[in-house]
Nanobody
Framework: QVQLVESGGGLVQAGGSLKLSCAASGRTFSNGYMGWFRQAPGKERDFVAGIAWRGSSTDYTDSVKGRFTISRDNARNTVDLQMNSLKPEDTAVYYC????????????????WGQGTQVTVSS
């Protein structure tokens, strides 16, 4: 059993920055993966970035490469998403998720989800 809680969302002007944090509690994976997803109204929940529980291998969807950075803070048992140069099209509810296994960009393969945090980027 894993519980995930996101924080850090808000309203920001285009070109600005936000840092999201996902706090994990309960079961800790020895062989698993953490991902950030986002969902805009009327759209599917899409992969944004991911990081392995072990090591620091990362993965990013093309639209956020060079702007977003995913990282782990082992001392606080959190996974963060630093978002820079934000664009209006980044507006969505952002979710953190966890799965047992290797990297996947498919939301259906993740077993645990947070409640989501709203990110709104104004032009």
């Amino acid at each position: 059993q894993v519980q995930l809680v996101e924080s850090g969302g808000g309203l920001v002007q285009a070109g600005g920055s936000l840092k999201l944090s996902c706090a994990a509690s309960g079961r800790t994976f020895s062989n698993g993966y953490m991902g950030w997803f986002r969902q805009a109204p009327g759209k599917e929940r899409d992969f944004v970035a991911g990081i392995a529980w072990r090591g620091s291998s990362t993965d990013y969807t093309d639209s956020v490469k060079g702007r977003f950075t995913i990282s782990r803070d082992n001392a606080r048992n959190t996974v963060d998403l630093q978002m820079n140069s934000l664009k209006p099209e980044d507006t969505a509810v952002y979710y953190c998720a966890a799965r047992y296994g290797s990297n996947s960009r498919s939301s259906s393969r993740y077993d645990y989800w947070g409640q989501g945090t709203q990110v709104t980027v104004s032009s």
